[in-house]
């Protein structure tokens, strides 16, 4: 029986349904409604949208929202420096960041290494790692909005919600593991090329 | 940019001092919400497990609130009802607990006498009934203000319970809101590990306390020595300031022992039964439920005690240990930010 169907019989027999109107979660679900007139893109239309969070049920997107900082950048902003303490992992849910290899970026000198743009995310080594250092410098690119989640955001949903803290964390080895593939494509690439190089020379 | 992100940085600052400020203008309003915050730590571990996808969070912070000023407030309003009857009491004991603090005395002069050769000119039995005489005078004519701040807390501390309970998720979304983008990361770090300290550093004093004072009480009951509840709550309460807390806990049960006229009364005794529960508490208590909390030297850890009643009596010695640890902590992480960009 569907949860609707089972609120009707009740008070249908007059019962006490002991259930108080939760206005956050209605808010929530009236926003991340498909047939929802607002134009404006939901916290839950955005993870639905992230493939490596597509485990995630609208329940859970709904618990881990709740534990997100939303952080608002301008143009050229820093939002972390190479070398500084890292705590946490952000989503981009509006605008996009430029990724510097130096802790104080200059593109004439090269220091570019990439652009991120809207539902793309960075900084997860911040997440896991105790004592993590930042190993690139970002700032944003144009006005941009982060979701943030950090250090003890995650001690507390692993205390609080110990199965979606699993899964998140999960998903965070499984976002580290794609880096390191890619790493690892990228480093066999250079090789063939100093190799080819070299012969050439 | 670099001026706007100066602007809110320097705006940010500005409003944790002027917070500051009021705080210490205003102390009638501040240590009512400071005791609240500090309950609140403390039963946040608690009230987030009994909440967690529960609907009744509002009966889980009621019966929080209600164990809370049940036990703050009942022991407190108890002393208040019976002050009078109890100052009459000590006022009647006063002139014998003097002759027979005399009698000591001079036993205890007419023994440095025969060893040194002459008698102390000093009278410090009449120095002390004199101080206890004119605290006790002070005390009674300040009562009616100590009632008005019990009944001004006893409606506060509620208040502002009940606030953090219900309210603290939207402030603190707030207050995060209005750090600046470029220190928020550690500030937000920071001010959690400060927050999950400090509430789990009171828990482990209070238990310590807990323990030490019940080990204190079945010792004394378990030799027949006086007064084994009330000597048992000092020794307990006492024992949470480091160091100097079991020292002060000491002296009233010393001081039973050595007036009482009761021949099976030593001072033996209780300085075994202090002494070992201050050793399980050393080796047993501290290092479990404390030490771990606050990584703190010693030295450290009594000069801040020292500091602390400079500040601000005996609850600034008690609460001033966390806030060492916090600032060791901050330090740390300048100087590991420092140590990598200079």
């Keep these: 029986m569907s949860y609707e169907n089972e609120m009707r019989d009740r008070i249908g027999r007059g019962e006490n349904t002991g259930e108080r109107l939760d206005i956050p979660l209605l808010r929530y679900m009236w926003d991340s409604s498909p047939l929802s007139f607002l134009k404006k893109e939901?916290?839950?239309?955005?993870?639905?949208?992230?493939?490596?969070?597509?485990?995630?049920?609208?329940?859970?997107?709904?618990?881990?929202?709740?534990?997100?900082?939303?952080?608002?950048?301008?143009?050229?902003?820093?939002?972390?420096?190479?070398g500084d303490s890292g705590?946490?992992?952000?989503?981009?849910?509006?605008?996009?960041?430029?990724?510097?290899?130096?802790?104080?970026?200059?593109?004439?000198?090269?220091?570019?290494?990439?652009?991120?743009?809207?539902?793309?995310?960075?900084?997860?080594?911040?997440?896991?790692?105790?004592?993590?250092?930042?190993?690139?410098?970002v700032t944003a690119a144009e006005n941009t909005v982060l979701l943030g989640i950090f250090k003890p955001d995650l001690d507390r949903m692993l205390q609080v919600y110990p199965v979606l803290g699993a899964k998140f964390l999960r998903e965070t080895a499984l976002i580290m593991a794609n880096r390191m593939g890619q790493i690892t494509r990228e480093i066999v690439a250079l090789k063939k090329r100093i190799k080819e190089l070299e012969q050439r020379v | 940019m670099r001026r706007i992100q100066t602007t809110k940085l320097v705006l940010f600052v500005l409003m944790l001092v002027a917070a500051v400020v009021f705080a210490f203008y205003f102390p009638r309003l501040t240590l009512p919400f400071g005791f609240a915050y500090i309950i609140y730590l403390m039963s946040r571990p608690f009230t987030l497990r009994l909440t967690t996808g529960s609907r009744k969070q509002r009966l889980v912070y009621f019966a929080f609130m209600t164990i809370a000023l049940i036990l703050l407030f009942l022991p407190l309003f108890a002393t208040f009802y019976n002050i009078d009857t109890d100052f009459m009491k000590l006022s009647a004991q006063l002139p014998?607990?003097?002759?027979?603090?005399?009698?000591?005395?001079?036993?205890?002069?007419?023994?440095?006498?025969?060893?040194?050769?002459?008698?102390?000119?000093?009278?410090?039995?009449?120095?002390?009934?004199?101080?206890?005489?004119?605290?006790g005078d002070l005390l009674l004519s300040r009562f009616p203000d100590y009632l008005t701040a019990l009944f001004e807390w006893m409606l506060l501390v509620p208040l502002f319970l009940y606030f953090f309970f219900m309210e603290s998720k939207n402030f603190g979304v707030r207050f995060l809101r209005a750090i600046p983008n470029s220190i928020f990361e550690k500030t937000y770090v920071l001010f959690t590990q400060f927050n999950i300290k400090f509430g789990e550093y009171i828990v482990a004093k209070f238990i310590e306390a807990t323990i030490l004072g019940t080990l204190v009480t079945i010792g004394m009951l378990a030799v027949g020595f006086p007064y084994p509840f009330i000597l048992g709550f000092i020794a307990g309460t006492t024992n949470i300031l480091p160091y100097?807390?079991?020292?002060?806990?000491?002296?009233?049960?010393?001081?039973?022992?050595?007036?009482?006229?009761?021949?099976?009364?030593?001072?033996?005794?209780?300085?075994?039964?202090?002494?070992?529960?201050?050793?399980?508490?050393?080796?047993?208590?501290?290092?479990?439920?404390?030490?771990?909390?606050?990584?703190?030297?010693?030295?450290?850890?009594?000069?801040?005690?020292?500091?602390?009643?400079q500040l601000g009596g005996i609850v600034w010695m008690i609460f001033i240990i966390p806030f060492v640890a916090f600032f060791k902590l901050l330090f740390k992480e300048v100087y590991k930010d420092l140590s990598v960009h200079l």
């Design chain 1, 42 to 82: 939901s916290y839950h239309d955005f993870f639905k949208k992230i493939s490596v969070l597509n485990s995630f049920t609208d329940n859970e997107i709904r618990l881990f929202t709740g534990f997100l900082h939303r952080r608002e950048f301008m143009a050229n902003e820093m939002i972390f420096k190479q």
């Design chain 2, 244 to 309: 100097i807390g079991p020292v002060i806990g000491f002296v009233p049960a010393l001081l039973v022992a050595i007036l009482s006229k009761d021949p099976n009364v030593t001072v033996w005794e209780i300085v075994v039964i202090f002494g070992v529960a201050n050793l399980i508490d050393m080796i047993l208590i501290f290092p479990l439920l404390v030490s771990r909390i606050v990584n703190l030297h010693p030295i450290v850890v009594v000069m801040s005690i020292v500091v602390g009643s």
């Design chain 2, 96 to 135: 014998e607990a003097q002759r027979m603090m005399q009698e000591k005395f001079m036993e205890l002069n007419e023994k440095f006498h025969g060893r040194f050769g002459f008698h102390l000119k000093i009278d410090p039995v009449r120095y002390v009934m004199n101080k206890i005489r004119f605290q």
């Design chain 1, 87 to 137: 705590y946490g992992f952000y989503f981009i849910f509006s605008g996009s960041v430029n990724i510097f290899s130096s802790p104080a970026p200059s593109e004439e000198l090269g220091d570019f290494v990439i652009k991120l743009e809207k539902h793309q995310y960075f900084g997860e080594m911040g997440l896991l790692e105790e004592f993590n250092r930042r190993s690139a410098t």
